[in-house]
């Protein structure tokens, strides 16, 4: 500290040795005091630049080649392992896992404040003192170093770290379930792109089939052996058919979009992916619902907002602590000074902050409350439909097979008949029209069987184990 008052002597009648010790002194603490100064000396961004340094971010973060250098997913392990490699791989699964690190380093944050605390200070600069016989300027180092230990403040620690290790485990919590969802993801962009390519395959070859069919109906026609209006009922029929190549090829490229972006390599020919769970095991899992990564993240919310509440409450009370210190003078010849005691604080007036924090957090805490309770009620309705849809295509699929052997026996059966007139082309064509769609309703509904396992699997927090992802704390 320096404080400086003018001298009612003049510089003149001091000898020039002391002017000359007083003006270096002075001169050491204006260096000082501008050598402080120039740690805060640069302007702070406005919003314009801000806004600007925001642009140039997203420019350069959002290069074309920025995939490039990620590794493309082996598929060859299979489809459970490839699985969780794109998941580890994906960005914003990584960058929950870094938030969940720092959610668990700020419980050490907040169970710091429980352990002793030790502090030190320094001043450097010059003292002078003026209004005596003679003006007294002194130089030098003063310091001072204190030993505190709560002892008591009201339940506040206790809540911080309470609060912090509750946004430790919501973290994770929302880590495991953004593990559990993007799994959901790739392993949809996988099954569509399957089901897709699988579907126009069908389509191309039972298209083909017809085609030739039609061929030789049209030789038919020409020689009179069949109705051309039947002809042409036929035609338009088929060309119903294939008017879904549009669509289904659509769809595939919207799946390979996706595959793409989890797997980051092409489609390519992919087989139809494993079952990675039975019927049995999903309705057994169906039952823990209440464990999912969602409820147990609204779960550890809900204690968020209660160690809130507490923090709050604990302002009303007093605080001690045990203190030591020691404090060295500037002068030599002073004493050094030390202190031991307890002691108290307590706020009897603050404005009406603590009132208003405390009102604020049992808001926080009813709202809380209300989430879990709805978050609850809606997957419990989720999986419930889900399961009723589950139950529905496996009642389905056994029909869908059946009506498969049926269409291709009745095709068969017309396409021998219709050269002796014991059927016409109309029925001939109906029959391979169902075949097909028959088929295409068999792959369908097996991608969707699928796609409903891994559903509820994601939705009960079981699809990240299944796969062998991570679900414990971060190390």
């Known amino acids: 500290m320096t404080r400086y008052q003018p001298s009612a002597k003049k510089d003149h009648a001091l000898p020039s040795a002391r002017k000359g010790q007083i003006l270096a002194r002075q001169g050491l603490g204006i260096s000082i005091l501008a050598f402080l100064l120039t740690g805060c000396g640069e302007r702070p961004a406005d919003l314009s630049d801000m806004a600007q340094e925001v642009s140039d971010t997203l420019t350069e973060t959002t290069m074309p080649d920025a995939e490039a250098n990620i590794a493309p997913v082996d598929i060859a392990m299979g489809f459970g392992p490839a699985l969780k490699s794109a998941v580890e791989a994906n960005d914003a699964y990584r960058a929950l896992l870094a938030l969940e690190t720092a959610a668990v380093e700020r419980i050490g944050v ?41 002892v008591y403040d009201g339940g506040t620690s206790r809540a911080e770290v309470n609060g912090a290790t509750a946004e ?40 083909d089939e017809m085609n030739r069919l039609m061929a030789q109906i049209e030789r038919m026609a020409s020689n009179g052996m069949i109705d051309r209006g039947a002809l042409e009922s ?28 989890f797997f980051n390599r092409p489609v390519g020919q992919l087989a139809r992916p494993a079952d990675l769970v039975s019927s049995t095991e999903v309705r057994k899992a169906a039952k823990d619902w209440q464990q999912s990564p969602q409820l147990q993240r609204a779960a550890a919310e809900l204690l968020v907002s209660q160690a ?34 307890l002691v108290l604080e307590y706020t ?13 957090a049992q808001a926080r805490h009813a709202a809380a409350e209300a989430q879990l309770s709805d978050a609850q009620r809606a997957l419990n309705a989720e999986i419930e439909a889900s399961l009723d849809q589950l139950d529905a295509i496996e009642k389905s699929m056994p029909l869908v097979a059946r009506q498969i052997t049926l269409s291709a026996s009745e095709a068969k059966t017309a396409r021998s008949q219709i050269a002796t007139g014991q059927a016409n082309l109309r029925q001939l064509v109906e029959a391979e029209i169902e075949n097909y769609r028959a088929r295409d309703r068999h792959i369908a509904l097996q991608a969707e069987r699928q796609i ?13 184990q299944r796969i062998g992802l991570s679900i414990g704390p971060v190390r």
């Open 110 to 150: 907040a169970s710091s404040v429980r352990h002793p605390q030790i502090t030190a200070n320094a001043n450097v600069g010059a003292l002078r003192e003026t209004g005596g016989i003679a003006d007294d300027t002194t130089t030098g180092i003063a310091g001072g170093l204190t030993i505190s230990q709560l």
């Open 168 to 207: 430790a485990l919501a973290a994770r919590a929302e880590r495991v379930a953004q593990g559990n969802a993007l799994a959901l993801e790739a392993a949809r962009a996988w099954i569509d792109a399957w089901q897709f390519d699988a579907r126009l395959r069908l389509l191309h070859s039972r298209t």
């Open 234 to 261: 036929a035609r338009r029929q088929i060309i119903d058919i294939a008017l879904e190549q549009t669509r289904l090829e659509a769809d595939l490229n919207e799946a390979r979009v996706r595959y793409a972006r």
């Open 308 to 341: 809130a509440l507490a923090k709050a409450t604990s302002a009303f009370r007093p605080s001690a602590r045990l203190q030591a210190g020691v404090t060295s003078p500037m002068e030599q010849e002073e004493s050094t000074d030390l202190s031991v005691g």
């Open 348 to 360: 009897f007036s603050d404005g009406g902050r603590r009132r208003s924090e405390l009102d604020s």
């Open 452 to 464: 409903l396992l891994m559903t509820i699997e994601s939705r009960t927090g079981r699809l990240a």
